[in-house]
């Protein structure tokens, strides 16, 4: 097996790309896409993102503490690109990428209506590390699409047709292979129940 060594860098990947929705002092919206969050905790709900300070949304976070990550999707890929390269300063990216704008539910920051699920989030901690400083922040509220549930009320995220971020490049997400707990169950006829099509 031969293998190469490389200088020390941020390799871990696929990531999710998530637009992160923000509001300043006055109120005044702005979405800007976030590479490099994560989960941190389960209880409380506790999740990070890492943000450049020269950042336009980066000092709406100091003035509120708070933020809704919005999942992206294959349709909102390119709305994800777009919040990435321009600057709030400069546009209203929420009316460039015709974006809903809908109130949320425990935060000032909006949700985006197009996304299949937002996390309202309010910050507990900021950690400056370097480039970036990270927001640990609480989950203080969920909200689904209807749409992505099954007649007995599950959530499919799959249904959505999620994206993931790698070294420059979106991709679509691949078929399952399998479901948690699935190497150590009895039962070894299937690994996956068939909740891949709509109910």
Known sequence: MDR?????????????????SVADGQGKPNVFTVAWTGTVCSNPPMVSISVRPERYSYHC???TGEFVINLTTRQLTYAADYCGVKSGRDVDKFAQMKLTALPAKKVRPPLIGESPVCLECRVTQKIP??????????VVSVSVDEKYLDSQNRFHLEWADP????????FELGKA????????????????KNNNKRK
Do not use: C
């Not at 590390?129 to 609480?138: Q, W």
């Not at 994206?163 to 979106?170: A, E, I, L, P, Q």
């Open 4 to 20: 190469q060594d490389w200088r020390p860098g941020n390799m871990l990947y696929p990531v999710p790309a998530v637009l992160v």
């Open 61 to 63: 976070i100091e003035e």
């Open 129 to 138: 590390l370097g480039s970036h400083t990270m927001f640990l922040a609480e």
């Open 163 to 170: 994206v993931v971020y790698s070294h420059g490049t979106y």
């Open 177 to 192: 292979i399998g479901a948690f707990g699935y190497s150590v169950a009895k039962k070894k006829t299937a690994h996956l």
